[in-house]
T-cell receptor, first 114, second 115 residues
Framework: SQTIHQWPATLVQPVGSPLSLECTVE??????LYWYRQAAGRGLQLLFY??????ISSEVPQNLSASRPQDRQFILSSKKLLLSDSGFYLC?????????????FGSGTQLSVL | GQQLNQSPQSMFIQEGEDVSMNCTSS?????WLWYKQDPGEGPVLLIA?????ELTSNGRLTAQFGITRKDSFLNISASIPSDVGIYFC???????????????FGQGTILTVHP
């Protein structure tokens, strides 16, 4: 069966510091990968998605970037965090072809930028 | 862009009561999904619906894909304390026609169950 791992679970960072959140998927090959942000426990906003290694699409302009160095690894980064980057970040995966709208989420990272 | 209106925004019920929530859209969707999110966790998929009119159950949960393809509802029967959480609907218009799962999420229904 497939599993998704996301870490860290919580993170407190000062404004202006860098960020790196990591997500890995096990038990499947060639997944689609996604980064979402959730503000105040409601409303999931798609930040990035990837359909293959090195292929990143951004849904909204922002202070963040994403990379996919390996097939089942997805990284969310920032060079300098802003206060507005605080939130709950969720990684998700789906199958590449059929039923690719069926997303499976990781356990999330609560990021607080102070 | 596509938007989903999910209602109610919150519900406070007694244990044992039935719950009903729904999502409506101005656009047609080809897939409807319902997720539950516990505090501090990621959403967990409850039910996926792929055909207009489809009625699917998962234990005490029942969801339906509206015949117009613009709405869906989720019912929870005989609620228990562990049903507490945020329930999200999500719609997809891609039907596999795009290379990735493009979902539109509702704003969620916060469910509180009093013992």
């Amino acid at each position: 069966s497939q599993t998704i791992h996301q870490w860290p679970a919580t993170l407190v960072q000062p404004v202006g510091s860098p960020l790196s959140l990591e997500c890995t998927v096990e038990g499947t090959s060639n997944p689609n990968l996604y980064w979402y942000r959730q503000a105040a426990g409601r409303g999931l906003q798609l930040l990035f998605y990837s359909v293959g290694i090195g292929q990143i699409s951004s849904e909204v302009p922002q202070n963040l970037s994403a990379s996919r160095p390996q097939d089942r690894q997805f990284i969310l980064s920032s060079k300098k965090l802003l206060l507005s980057d605080s939130g709950f970040y969720l990684c998700a995966w789906s199958f590449r072809d059929r039923r690719n709208e069926k997303l499976f989420f990781g356990s999330g990272t609560q990021l607080s930028v102070l | 862009g596509q938007q989903l209106n999910q209602s109610p925004q919150s519900m406070f019920i007694q244990e044992g009561e039935d719950v009903s929530m729904n999502c409506t859209s101005s656009s047609i969707f080809n897939t409807w999904l319902w997720y539950k999110q516990d505090p501090g966790e990621g959403p967990v998929l409850l039910i996926a619906l792929y055909k207009a009119g489809e009625l699917t159950s998962n234990g005490r949960l029942t969801a339906q894909f509206g015949i117009t393809r613009k709405d869906s509802f989720l019912n929870i029967s005989a609620s228990i304390p562990s049903d507490v959480g945020i329930y999200f609907c999500a719609g997809s218009g891609s039907a596999g026609g795009t290379s990735y799962g493009k979902l539109t999420f509702g704003q969620g229904t916060i469910l509180t169950v009093h013992p």
